[in-house]
């Protein structure tokens, strides 16, 4: 019997509780029901994003409002949402001061390609906030690595990055690689691609200096680009001294550090680089920094962009490749400005913190309480429960620790019990508008279904 067990569930309690859950959704929201039948057939797939149809319900809800840290849909229902927009919405939707800048700025103008103040303004409270860098402004992370690694290819004259298996760094094209049998490969699934990817990328897995330094011999990297953390498919820590290895072999071997900080700046105040003291050469984040509106910021220190003066100087004339006409608009800079100066304080990430101690504290105990094979991280804010023993070393051992079917059971029978949690994994956000009431209801539902699945 235990050879047929799914992260150490019977597979007849897994259906009977999946069959369940997605009736009592389908029967219990019929308004969203009849409005996706009669309205979504123009678009693609029925979605208007394609990665919305990984959501496992049998429908999507739709929502009429969210305020912070809750949802309401068009059937009536209140959500408490541990989503959060998979980090966009991390500080609660809608925060006040940048619903008031909103306001203010839509009644001067939406996009002029030209600063306003307020972008002075956002400028000195990025390195306020994150550090000493040279900053540019993007409309999502995947551009601004995208731009990042122009740059490193320009100052260090090498083609290739230096990814991690497993690794998240939004849809960025060099990124979409692979490690197997030691090889680099295009990740499979990959819609319409033609390019071998392995010839502008390498990749390691996370927690191993020993095969970072032996690609980074051969002399051909530009850049390592990282999240200081893996979250992309259950959450991997780096091992003690990873990333200062990592540090000091890029400084060995002539390459720069690139720190993705789009999903840690849950850590903690200026995210995970400002509070373990980082040194990255470049630094990326996106979905939150500026409360929900499309903004990304890249940045990079003085030497660096001391360096990329100096190219800049004697490339010939033409495009650069950087860049898109809406970002660095007047809406980005007064939702940054406010999010930075008055969203994203100390005071905010304190609750955050107690609120996601609180919860994963309470998940443990239920996951212990029902002696479930399974175990909870926590990055700050950020917590999640994977479904398999921990911790886990790298990507692959994160690959292997998904279960997708045992997920999707879960995540219908929380939506059906009032919490939504992101869909691609198990992670859930903490913002400063969560309540303990909150955190309770969530843990309350996810041991009334471990009581199931498991006793």
């Given at each position: ?253 002539g390459a720069l550090l690139i720190i993705d900080e789009t999903h840690t700046l849950s850590s903690g105040l200026g995210g995970y680089t400002?509070v373990h003291g980082l040194q990255p050469d470049m630094f990326v984040a996106g979905k939150c920094v500026a409360g929900g509106m499309p ?157 199931e699945l498991f006793d």
């Open positions: 019997m235990t050879d047929t067990l799914i992260a150490g569930i019977r597979p007849d309690r897994l259906a009977t509780l999946a069959a369940r859950e997605a009736r009592r959704y389908a029967q219990s929201r019929p308004k969203a029901a009849a409005a996706m039948a009669q309205g979504a057939g123009h678009y693609l797939n029925g979605v208007p994003m394609h990665w919305m149809r990984d959501w496992p319900m049998p429908h999507l809800p739709l929502v009429a409002e969210a305020k912070g840290a809750r949802l309401t849909d068009i059937d009536g229902y209140g959500i408490d949402d541990f989503c959060l927009g998979d980090t966009g919405s991390m500080f609660g939707h809608s925060p006040a001061p940048v619903a008031k800048a909103i306001r203010r700025q839509a009644r001067r103008g939406l996009t002029y390609m030209l600063p306003t103040e307020e972008a002075l303004t956002a400028g000195h409270l990025l390195t306020k906030r994150f550090g000493a860098f040279e900053w540019q402004i993007a409309t999502t992370a995947t551009d601004a690595n995208r731009f990042a690694l122009r740059v490193a290819r320009a100052v260090t004259g090498r083609p290739k990055v230096l990814v991690f298996n497993g690794c998240y760094h939004g849809t960025l094209d060099d990124t979409m690689v692979a490690l197997e049998h030691g090889q680099t490969v295009n990740r499979p699934g990959l819609v319409g691609q033609v390019q071998d990817l392995s010839k502008a990328a390498t990749v390691a897995e996370f927690n191993d200096l020993a095969g970072v330094e032996a690609a980074l011999k051969q002399g051909d990297v530009a850049a390592i680009l990282t999240e200081p953390v893996m979250t992309n498919s259950c959450m991997v820590l780096p091992a003690p001294g990873f990333l200062d290895g990592l540090r000091a072999l890029t400084r060995q071997y400002r903004t990304a910021i890249w940045g990079m220190t003085q030497a660096v962009a001391d360096r990329f003066r100096a190219y800049d100087a004697t490339r010939p004339a033409g495009h650069s490749g950087m860049g898109t006409t809406l970002s660095g608009n007047p809406m980005q800079f007064a939702c940054l400005a406010a999010t930075l100066a008055e969203v994203m304080t100390p005071a905010a990430y304190a609750h955050m913190e107690r609120g996601a101690a609180r919860l994963a504290k309470g998940l443990d105990a239920s996951i212990a309480r029902h002696k479930a094979p399974w175990h909870v991280v926590r990055v700050g804010a950020r917590v999640e429960f994977i479904c398999a023993p921990g911790p886990l070393a790298n990507g692959t051992e994160a690959a292997r620790a998904h279960e997708p079917a045992v997920e999707a059971a879960l995540h219908t029978a929380l939506l059906n019990r009032g919490c939504l949690i992101a869909p691609f994994h198990n992670m859930m956000l903490v913002s400063p508008a969560t309540r303990k009431r909150q955190i309770d209801g969530l843990i309350m539902a996810f041991d009334e279904i471990l009581s």
